[in-house]
């Protein structure tokens, strides 16, 4: 990561913390950066932590195009106690004692989980419901009854099972589609162990090809505001293609391309400025957003 004078487009990383919003990020992060225009990629709860990706000036409009379609977590699933929220946020709604259950069947209700699974979201999301948010309908009083969509958990390990008083706890960590709610997992997993369940922790590890590695605190950010460049941002999550002087000046004016590309393909200029996304269409390569 590298600091940039003036107007500078890129990404921040930022490692959020827990009791904040998303909402809250970017309002800091505007105060930071002296601009208005900051977007982020993809909302964390505020009882969650970690990776939120936010976009600064031009590379806001990077925000859609990222293939931001895979996250990772950590996270803490209490089971023997069901809530509102399907996290430590809410009320709880029902109490069994689950200490007698066996951790291999922990593991194996677990493992079921892993694959393309039909997953009803948890009713305190931001999914719109005839235009208003779920979780304000479920503050207003209202029952919610959201359908289950189509989600994939490509890996679900659980780190470490133990027995807390009447309750187990169970440590994991789950790589998965954009869309998919850990806290429904938990919710679910308590369901068919017969004992209730929801998420006490909650920590996003990665979002696309950006981890806690590239990261920053907002305290961190505060000290020294720091930015991923838009152009690494794009080499990141794009295949890269860098092209000669004369490709780059008909780029430059949104020109289809005689190339070859395998999908949306971040293209470059001769000396390493990123230039504008293109993906095939027939038998050229034609622009779908321009960044110059």
Request: proline share 4%.
């Amino acid at each position: 990561m590298t600091a940039g004078p003036g107007p500078v487009s890129g990404l921040v990383v930022v490692d959020k913390p827990g009791g904040m919003t998303s909402h809250d990020v970017v309002s800091r992060v505007r105060r930071l950066a002296g601009t208005r225009k900051v977007g982020h990629a993809g909302t964390l709860d505020p009882m969650a932590t970690g990776v939120l990706v936010l976009g600064v000036n031009r590379a806001t409009r990077l925000l859609g195009h990222l293939m931001l379609t895979e996250k990772a977590y950590s996270a803490t699933i209490r089971l023997g106690e069901a809530t509102t929220t399907d996290d430590a946020e809410g009320e709880t709604t029902a109490v069994v004692d689950a200490s007698h259950l066996d951790e291999a069947v922990v593991r194996g209700c677990l493992a079921e989980f892993v694959g393309d699974i039909e997953q009803v979201p948890t009713a305190v999301s931001a999914i719109k419901v005839d235009g208003k948010r779920a979780y304000q309908r479920v503050r207003d009083g209202e029952e919610v009854e959201l359908k289950a969509r189509p989600v994939t958990i490509h890996e679900l390990e659980v780190v470490d099972v133990r027995v807390v008083g009447a309750h187990v706890d169970v440590d994991i960590a789950m790589r998965c589609s954009s869309g998919t709610y850990v806290r429904a997992v938990a919710r679910d997993a308590g369901a068919r162990l017969g004992v209730g369940g929801h998420l006490t922790a909650l920590r996003r590890t990665a979002v696309g090809p950006y981890d806690l590695g590239v990261a920053r605190t907002i305290e961190e950010l505060t000290d020294e505001f720091v930015m991923l460049p838009i152009a690494d941002a794009a080499r990141a999550a794009f295949p890269a293609r860098d092209l000669d002087e004369t490709q780059a000046s008909d780029v430059r004016v949104g020109r289809p391309l005689g190339i070859d590309v395998d999908g949306l393909t971040a293209v470059f200029a001769p000396e390493g400025e990123f230039l504008a996304l293109y993906e095939p269409r027939g038998d050229v390569a034609r622009p779908v957003a321009v960044f110059v």
